[in-house]
């Protein structure tokens, strides 16, 4: 019987192992919708892999300058829907599964509404500026957020059930002062 | 669902099984250790995959840190499998396992099976591990394949491994005072420090003040470090501080190597943008919990000698403790991180959280503290 376990174990473990070859399966970056943006001199292509794109859902943005990357850099800022704030100012670097152009990979925006990607690049032409604006973001799929997080505290709440039940058998405040004392 | 019913030593007038010569019963070390082992792997697979998605990126499910993730629980799970069936078949058999074999037993689906307190908690954590895998599966189909921390799905997954961490540390302390028992506990409250503060994430969305696993290291490190003392005794604090600056190292070391190596193995580069900062999990481990356990230490003993009554020393211990966790938040960042800031606002706010969250550390580190030592009775 136990030899039979250990059989099984082993024969599935080499499974597993066998069928893990990292490489055979990294999602390649398929753009479905694009969109152009003007900065100054430069045109740059923005690729996305899910259109339309909803709240919290991850894609791959892609940022192809005319001409390729090579000999420009750049920065990018993403403005959020109604405050207008910028949510960081970041170096625009090359898409780690696309590298030949830069990208953000499986990012996702969280809050629905417009959002405004902008662009700062300095190439051999020059710098130039440039902001694809009104970039609408559809609210969230899936369930509400308050369902998914209560089904995903039943860890805690077991935890929590657990320590309560040997706190009321045990009542451990009465034993402090001893075991400090000890 | 089981009933919290210890029913095994002595259950029924059967003796419980005579603990081998020398006081360690081999299978009871060899499934605690098994058990704690697969903790170490899950530990290890989520700091090396964190790693992973800052300096490189591209994954699949059968990235070597997803395989260290999930075969890390496999191998709890599978083992208090086998420890509840075994102590099941014993009891059957009318020669009951003693409490030093995961805790008291717990009766579970009306008595077909009794589990040791300690093997059912890890156990129960390792399966909700694999349900919860199925959750974050179906998850990532609809929200696609981010590599954030507090998502639902994965918070559910730390939270599995948490409570198979928890499940180790009560199987340790039903050992008692037998040396794999307190050597395996010194080893398992570290692991315990170390990744409680990550289901903390679950709050990111609060208008909170503080990052949220900073909020997890000021409620979780002094709690466990108090408890700590109290289940291990003298010097315990201290122990568990040393190993786990032992544990923060090694870890610092090998999320970086192995995430390069790895990398470079199978011919993926490093992002363009990598700053020069520390690996992101051991570095949210506090630097400074052996000070606080010294602190510890030094203000039990003046309670021993009776300079200080047990009811100011719970409270002084756990804000003494939550102030001095708090307070190293800041010069921690700045060793670990020199690009980010602590504002004025920050540097106001952390000792109050310190004070608040040390008063309710002190408070459960001392009372869990005796729940342990209780466990083998």
Not at chain 1, 6 to 14: E, H
Not at chain 2, 35 to 45: M, P
Request: with cysteine; net charge positive.
């Amino acid at each position: 019987m136990t030899r039979r376990v250990v059989l099984v174990l082993v024969i599935a473990l080499a499974l597993v192992a066998g069928s893990a070859t990292p490489g055979l399966a990294y999602a390649p970056v398929d753009i479905v919708h694009t969109e152009q943006v003007q900065a100054g001199p430069y045109t740059i292509t923005v690729g996305f892999s899910t259109w339309p794109i909803r709240a919290m859902r991850s894609l791959d943005f892609t940022f192809a300058p005319a001409g390729g990357i090579t000999g420009k850099s750049g920065l990018l800022t993403i403005a959020a829907p109604g405050s207008g704030n910028r949510r960081g100012l970041s170096r625009l670097v090359r898409h780690p599964r696309k590298r030949d152009v830069w990208g953000l990979d499986v990012f996702a925006l969280d809050k629905p509404g417009a959002y405004t990607f902008g662009f700062l690049l300095d190439g051999p032409q020059g710098r130039g500026e440039g902001s694809l604006p009104g970039l609408q973001v559809l609210d969230q799929p899936g369930p509400p957020l308050p369902l998914s997080w209560s089904v995903a505290s039943l860890p805690l709440i077991a935890l929590i059930g657990l320590i309560a039940v040997a706190w009321r058998r045990v009542r451990p405040g009465r034993r402090v002062r001893y075991t400090l004392e000890a | 669902m089981g009933s919290l019913t210890p029913s095994l030593a002595g259950a029924g007038g059967a003796p419980p099984t005579v603990i081998a010569a020398g006081g360690n019963p081999p299978a009871a070390a060899i499934g605690a250790w098994l058990v704690q082992l697969g903790t170490v792997i899950s530990l290890v697979g989520l700091s090396w995959d964190i790693q992973w998605h800052i300096e490189v990126g591209p994954d699949t499910f059968f990235t070597l840190s997803h395989l260290a993730l999930y075969s890390g629980s496999a191998l709890s799970g599978i083992t208090s499998l086998v420890m509840v069936l075994r102590s099941t078949a014993a009891q059957r058999a009318g020669r009951p396992l003693g409490r030093e074999v995961g805790g008291a037993g717990v009766r579970v689906f009306g008595g077909a099976f009794s589990a040791p307190l300690g093997y059912l908690l890890s156990g129960v954590g390792a399966a909700s591990f694999l349900i919860y895998g199925l959750l974050d599966l179906w998850w990532h189909s609809i929200y696609g394949f981010d590599a954030v921390l507090n998502t639902p799905s994965h918070v559910a997954l730390f939270l599995s491994i948490l409570l198979t961490m928890v499940g180790v540390v009560v199987t340790f302390a039903a050992g008692g005072e037998r040396t794999w028992a307190r050597t395996g506990l010194t080893l398992a409250i570290p692991i315990v420090i170390t990744f409680a503060p990550i289901p903390f994430t679950a709050l990111s969305d609060l208008p909170i003040p503080l990052d949220p696993m900073q909020l997890g290291s000021i409620l979780c490190a002094p709690t466990l470090l108090i408890m700590a003392r109290m289940v291990l005794g003298r010097w315990g604090a201290v122990r568990v501080a040393v190993t786990l600056g032992g544990l923060q190292a090694v870890l610092w070391w090998f999320s970086s190597w192995a995430t390069e190596s790895y990398a470079a193995a199978i011919g993926l580069p490093l992002r363009d943008n990598l700053r020069a900062s520390a690996p992101q999990l051991p570095s949210l481990i506090p630097f400074f919990a052996l000070v606080v356990a010294v602190v510890i230490e030094g203000l039990l003993r003046l309670g021993r000698t009776g300079r200080l009554s047990p009811s100011v020393l719970t409270p002084l211990l756990g804000s003494a403790a939550g102030l001095l966790i708090a307070v190293s938040l800041p010069i921690q960042l700045d060793l670990t991180d020199p690009t980010t800031h602590t504002s004025a606002g920050e540097l106001v706010i952390l000792p109050v959280f310190g004070l608040v969250l040390g008063l309710a550390a002190g408070y459960l580190g001392t009372r869990l503290g005796v729940l342990l030592k209780v466990v083998d009775r």
